[in-house]
């Protein structure tokens, strides 16, 4: 199964990058979205797949049995997928800001911190 | 007594800067008064050194320091020898009596105690220096001589051309300073010591070595900047818009002489070769020449002496690259001569312009009645400059004939170098001692009077110990002169030169130079119009480039921001990943390491092809939506069909996570995006869609190759099947997942939860900045 998972992870991938090449702030949120859900399968992937059995250890034993599925990139996704979800909902929040303040969801539009026309810096001492 | 003596050497090391923090608070107490109180600091230094003479005039050396870094080899360690002691005598002894000398000087101005503060900073710098044993105190002293050069320098901060000046100083001696960091790794990679005292007892090994050259150009780099040779002379004139006693301080008698006296130093060990014995007289009798005539054109009494100041690190930087024990002897004399009578010159210039209002030769005269003390001090300081018999110049002077004169063709030439050196020197001396004070009283601008005591004992004490010093030739031999020499020639030098003249070629010699420079001094008028007009003639100095090289690097910065930062994220991101698919796609082709093709698996479930095809449905619908909803529900669609695939493939934990994490940002999404615009269609023309598809796709094919690459490999399952044993047994969690998450990997965990913390404060803030500010504007 992984490579065809390795497949729709380059979908993922490919989506998203198209996605923030826009110039739209939103369409650029929607690609971070993607980037994350294609990051945590590349991690579930690359721990190898197995089907159906979660490693949970049954009553009785001391250890997980074999033919579990792997638990260290469950750990790490569990992990990602709150952080991506901080992370998308602070962009959201700021793109709002951004739009309501500046008016516009353009990048090149805002250019509050580097100003089209910046002067030059004192060529004096 | 002897067990002491480290300490109180360490003491003596760092008086000057316990002095220069007291500075600040002693100035607001006492006023210019603070100045007699602090120059103590560097007279019990003084004191101090003076014990080292009888052993080092025996022929012995001092070393002491403390270990510092021992496993890197680094000790603050010093290493006194006839040449370090007298430097470390000439800034202390000289720095007590500037200290004294700023007193009167600053009077009343009003960061009197920043000024003192800053000189004794730098008298500290200096005097590490100059004692270094390690090669990286040395540096770090080297550089601190540079900053606090730059403080000094820049100290009358509002005017433009002050700051111009220190900056100029700072690039110029700070680049040198690199040169020279670079040149000590050399020495120490060839040599294999890291300390002064080591290095110049070596036999040989280093003239040898392929990289010798490239040392000696790299520390030449260090002295001749830091020694305004030229052509990296230009600094130092402009450095004279310090006030008059740093230039006195820094800029003649002590800083300059840095770069002399990190050549003499290495002169054992590096000089005595061809490329030593070309560069260093070639460059220094350049400087010698300039800056003799640079200086006859100035009518600035500090500008000349300036010049004149440079001419004579030149013939400094001539003698020592020479290649004789005589020219390093006589070398060692005029080292000493110079220090005492520039610095009482510059003290004198710093006075007359203190109590007249101008350093204008042009405009002064007839001060002699009026400032009688100073006029005898600048006198003498003038004689000994212009190398009159009875005075340590003319030591100095017949040394340098007696030891240019070889009578070979090179000897002739640097001969004639010399002669046309001193007796333009002679002229300038002259012209600074005596055209102020004789003749008719000026109008000056301030009406002139003796100045206090602290203005005229500095340049009275430096100009008698130029007459004392030869008059008691045998004792300043003896303790000072002879030392320095078999100091800088690594083997006993003894200099017995009286200030009784022997009839000979130096005596003519000395007799010629006295003759030019008393007709030069007769026609001045003459000779500074002639050097105007040569000068004209020349076109632009380094000085120009240096204001080209300055606002040009201005320029070439913002270009290479503007061209790196243009403002747009839009090519940020596209460089960004235009390098990402170069590094996920150009290794694996160059190195072959493609992955091979896979078989396809055998054994879909109907459920897992019908959710695969669900993602991929979704992923599709977010790139072609036209609007908001379509959006908001395609990236839900791709969101819990991931969820499915998770749950399908054992990962029960991830899914509810997931399937939770879906459902709020499909929520959160609909409630912001109804307020935001989604351009209905993408706004990109068909050119620039064509180009970011593509880099898409290779970021998609990259990863895809990367993953299929990686998964070819066989699986360590080592971290696995210590979670898979240990989560029941020793964390007493059955399922795994949640074991590793709040057990094994808890502080993790706590770091995440954390992010979502902060990251609520964050959004928080956001909403709130609005409502402030719509406070505000009601």
Not at chain 2, 211 to 219: G, P
Not at chain 2, 511 to 516: A, M
Not at chain 2, 648 to 655: E, K, N, T, V
Not at chain 2, 743 to 772: C, K, N, Q, S, Y
């Amino acid at each position: 199964m992984e490579p065809l998972f390795a497949v729709l992870i380059g979908l993922f991938f490919a989506a998203a990058v198209y996605l923030m090449l826009s110039k739209h702030t939103v369409r650029i949120l929607l690609g971070i979205v993607l980037l994350g859900n294609g990051v945590n399968l590349t991690l579930f992937t690359a721990g190898r797949l197995t089907r159906e059995v979660p490693p949970i250890i049954p009553a009785g034993m001391d250890a997980l049995p074999a033919g579990a599925a792997n638990p260290l990139p469950q750990a790490l996704i569990l992990t990602a997928i709150v952080i991506s979800f901080s992370f998308f909902a602070f962009l959201l929040v700021l793109t709002y800001r951004a739009y309501q303040e500046l008016g516009t969801d353009d990048t090149d539009e805002m250019r509050l911190a580097e100003p089209r026309d910046e002067q030059l810096p004192p060529m004096g001492y | 007594m002897a067990a002491d003596a480290p300490a109180l050497t360490f003491i003596a090391l760092f008086l000057p800067f316990l002095g220069a923090v007291l500075a600040p608070f002693l100035t607001r107490r006492l006023k210019h008064n603070a100045a007699w109180l602090l120059a103590l600091a560097p007279l019990a230094a003084f004191l101090h050194f003076c014990g080292f003479l009888p052993e080092i005039a025996a022929g012995e050396a001092a070393t002491g320091g403390y270990a510092w870094a021992p496993s890197f080899n680094l000790s603050f360690s010093w290493f006194l020898d006839g040449l370090s002691l007298t430097f470390a005598l000439l800034i202390t002894g000289i720095g007590t009596l500037i200290v004294v000398y700023s007193g009167g000087y600053m009077k009343g101005h009003p960061d009197q105690g920043r000024f003192l503060a800053f000189i004794l900073l730098f008298m500290g710098a200096m005097l590490g220096l100059v004692v270094s044993d390690s090669f990286l105190m040395l540096f770090v002293y080297w550089e601190l001589t540079s900053l606090t050069s730059f403080l000094l320098i820049g100290f009358d901060h509002e005017r433009e051309a002050a700051r111009r000046a220190a900056l100029q100083a700072l690039v110029v001696t700070g680049a040198g300073g690199l040169s020279l960091l670079a040149g000590l790794v050399f020495l120490w990679n060839i040599t294999g010591v890291t300390q002064l005292s080591l290095l110049v007892h070596l036999d040989g090994g280093l003239r040898e070595s392929p990289f010798y050259l490239a040392a000696l150009l790299l520390v030449l780099g260090g002295a001749f900047t830091k020694s305004a040779q030229f052509p990296f002379h230009f600094w130092l004139p402009n450095a004279m818009e310090a006030p008059t006693p740093v230039s006195a301080y820094l800029h003649s008698a002590t800083m300059v002489k840095a770069g002399v006296y990190l050549l003499m130093r290495l002169n054992p060990v590096m000089g005595a070769t061809p490329a030593w014995e070309i560069l260093l007289p070639f460059f220094g009798g350049i400087t010698l020449i300039s800056g003799t005539l640079l200086a006859v054109r100035q009518t600035d009494l500090k500008l000349m002496l300036a010049y004149t100041t440079m001419a004579s690190l030149g013939l400094l930087v001539m003698l020592t690259g020479f290649g004789s024990a005589h020219a390093v002897e006589a070398a060692m004399l005029y080292l000493v001569a110079h220090s005492l009578f520039k610095g009482a010159l510059f003290m004198v210039a710093g006075t007359v312009d203190h109590e007249t209002g101008t350093r204008d030769v042009t405009r002064l005269g007839g001060l002699c009645a009026a400032m009688p003390v100073t006029f005898g001090a600048a006198l003498l300081a003038a004689l000994s400059m212009g190398g009159l018999p009875l005075f340590f110049g003319f030591l100095a002077k017949e040394e340098i004939y007696a030891a240019l004169w070889a009578g070979n063709p090179r000897a002739v030439f640097f001969t004639i170098l010399a002669l046309i050196g001193n007796a333009l020197m002679f002229a300038v001396a002259f012209a600074v001692a005596l055209k102020p004070f004789l003749g008719a009283p000026v109008e000056t601008p301030k009406h002139a009077h003796e100045g206090p005591p602290s203005l005229w004992l500095g340049p009275a004490v430096l100009a008698a110990l130029g007459l004392l010093g030869a008059l008691f030739s045998g004792i300043a031999h003896r303790y000072v002169s002879s030392p320095m020499a078999s100091a800088v020639m690594d083997d006993a030098v003894t200099i017995d030169i009286t200030t009784v003249p022997h009839l000979g070629m130096p005596l003519l010699l000395s007799v010629i130079t006295v003759l030019l420079g008393a007709l030069v001094y007769w026609r001045l008028g003459d000779a500074r119009a002639l050097m105007a007009r040569m000068l004209e003639n020349l076109g632009p100095g380094p000085d120009r480039g240096f204001d080209h090289f300055v606002s040009d690097l201005v320029r070439f910065s913002v270009a290479v921001t503007r061209f790196i930062q243009p403002g747009r994220l839009e090519i940020y991101i596209t460089v960004t990943f235009v390098l990402l698919a170069l590094t996920l796609l150009v290794p694996p082709v160059v190195f072959g390491e493609l992955p091979g093709m896979p078989a396809w698996p055998d054994g879909i479930l109907v459920q897992e092809a019908a959710f695969f095809l669900i993602a991929v449905i979704g992923i599709v619908a977010v790139l072609r939506a036209r609007d908001r909803l379509t959006a908001i529900v395609s990236l839900g669609i791709q969101g819990f069909a991931v969820a499915v695939l998770f749950l399908l493939f054992g990962a029960p934990d991830l899914s509810f996570t997931q399937f939770m994490v879906e459902t709020l940002s499909v929520v959160i999404l609909a409630l912001v995006m109804t307020r935001l615009r989604l351009s209905p269609a993408d706004h990109r023309p068909a050119g620039q869609l064509f180009v970011d598809a593509t880099i898409a796709a290779a970021c998609g094919i990259g990863f895809t190759l990367l993953l299929l690459k990686s998964v070819e490999a066989p699986f360590d399952t080592l971290l696995t099947d210590f979670f898979n044993a240990y989560s029941k047994v020793v964390a007493h969690g059955a399922n795994v997942v949640n074991v590793v998450i709040v057990d094994f990997r808890g502080t993790d965990t706590l770091g995440e939860i954390a992010v979502v913390m902060i990251t609520g404060l964050a959004v928080l803030a956001l909403i709130r900045v609005r409502a402030g500010r719509k406070g505000d504007v009601k």
